[in-house]
C-alpha cells in the first residue's frame, strides 16, 4: 500500500539461481529501493529459491525484500511455496471461468491469509508474446468483474490486463490507460502488471504513475545479463571460468533492473 500512496512502482525481478537472486538484492541494497522477488515452479526449485533468498537476506539486511510465488499452479505447490517460507503468493486461475477463478483463489486467500502470507491473482489474461496481435484484446480485464473478484476472493493485490503480453512481443505492445484509469477508480487494493519486459519506457512509466504499484519483469533481465555476457567472452585473454561469467552475466542482469527501479521512482522509497 505504500507504493499506491506515495505513487511509486515496485520491481519485481523473476529469478532463476543465486545469481539472479543475488543481484536483486545488491540492486535493492545499492538503491535503497523495495523489491518483489518473484520464482516459479514447483518442488525443488521452491525449496531452492527460498534458500537462496534466506541466505541473501541475511547478507544484507538493510535490504527490504518479499519473496513471491509467481503463477502458482497445483494448490499443493502453493501450499508447498508457503511452507518453504515464500511471504507472498499469486495463485494463477486466469484461464478459468470466472466463478471458477473465484472459487479457487478464495480458498487458497482463506489459508494463506491465516498464515500471515499475501495473496496476488490475475483478473483478465496476460498472454505470450508471439500471440500478441491474436490474443491482447480478448483477455483485457473487465472492470466490473474486477470489482465484485476482489470482493469475493478478498485478494490482497490484483494482477490486471491492460495491454501487455508475456515475454518477446510479434508487434507493436499498445497499452489501454484509459482501462487502467478505470479499474484505478473502482479497486482500492494495489494493482499487478505483469509481462513488462519489451513494453517500453514510456507504457511502464505512464501505467506506474497512473495507478500500477508491480511490475514483473523477466525477460528483459535475462537478455540484458546475455548481451554483457556475450561481449565479455567475445574479447581476447578473457577469464571464461565460472566465478567471473557468472558475475558478468549479474552484472548485466543488475544494470537493467537498476534502470527499471529508478523507472518506476522507487530509489530511496524502502524504510525498515
Known amino acids: 500500500m505504500d507504493a499506491k500512496k506515495g505513487r511509486y512502482g515496485v520491481t519485481a525481478p523473476n529469478v532463476m539461481d543465486s545469481i539472479t537472486v543475488e543481484a536483486a538484492f545488491k540492486v535493492a541494497d545499492k538503491l535503497k529501493a523495495p523489491m518483489i522477488i518473484d520464482r516459479g515452479g514447483q518442488g525443488e526449485v521452491l525449496e531452492a529459491g527460498a534458500d537462496f533468498v534466506a541466505f541473501y537476506a541475511k547478507k544484507y539486511p538493510n535490504v527490504v525484500a518479499t519473496l513471491n510465488l509467481d503463477h502458482g ?63 491482447r484484446d480478448s483477455g483485457l480485464t473487465n472492470p466490473d ?23 518477446v512481443y510479434k508487434g507493436t505492445p499498445y497499452l489501454d490507460f484509459p482501462l487502467l484509469e478505470k479499474l484505478v477508480s473502482l479497486v482500492d487494493i494495489p494493482l499487478v502488471l505483469h509481462g513488462g519486459s519489451g513494453t517500453g519506457d514510456d507504457n511502464l512509466q505512464k501505467a506506474v504513475e497512473n495507478g500500477i504499484q508491480k511490475v514483473n519483469l523477466a525477460t528483459d533481465l535475462v537478455t540484458e545479463g546475455g548481451k554483457y555476457l556475450k561481449d ?33 521512482h522507487a530509489v530511496g522509497k524502502a524504510a525498515k
Open 73 to 135: 499452479g497445483p494448490f499443493e505447490a502453493i501450499m508447498l511455496a508457503i511452507r518453504c517460507g515464500f511471504n507472498s503468493v499469486m495463485i494463477d486461475r486466469s484461464t478459468l471461468p470466472f466463478e471458477e477463478n473465484v472459487k479457487e483463489v478464495a480458498e487458497v486467500v482463506k489459508v494463506a491469509h491465516a498464515l500471515g502470507v499475501s495473496v496476488e491473482a490475475e483478473l483478465g489474461h496476460v498472454g505470450q508474446g508471439v500471440e500478441y496481435e491474436q490474443t
Open 232 to 264: 565479455y567472452i567475445s574479447k581476447d585473454g578473457v577469464d571464461i571460468r565460472y566465478p567471473a561469467c557468472a558475475k558478468v552475466l549479474m552484472d548485466g542482469y543488475a544494470a537493467k533492473l537498476s534502470h527499471y527501479v529508478e523507472l518506476f
Open 145 to 167: 468483474e474486477a470489482v465484485e473478484y476482489v470482493k469475493r476472493t478478498g485478494v490482497d493485490c490484483l494482477a490486471v490486463s491492460i495491454g501487455t503480453s508475456h515475454g
